[in-house]
């Protein structure tokens, strides 16, 4: 398994965060298996 993260830094939380949902995901096959997308939003 492999996976790249991307985010931005957070220097204080402004709410608390209550939970975590996800808005995208997309799963396809490729010549090297199975890649999937997912999206959070935090």
């Known amino acids: 398994m ?3 993260l991307g985010g ?3 220097q ?3 709410k608390e965060i209550k939970a975590v949902t996800w808005s ?3 799963v ?3 010549e090297h298996g199975l ?3 997912v999206v959070f939003d935090v």
């Open 2 to 4: 492999r996976a790249r």
């Open 8 to 10: 931005a830094p957070v």
């Open 12 to 14: 204080a939380l402004r």
């Open 24 to 26: 995208d995901l997309h």
């Open 28 to 30: 396809r096959r490729t």
């Open 35 to 37: 890649k999937t997308v």
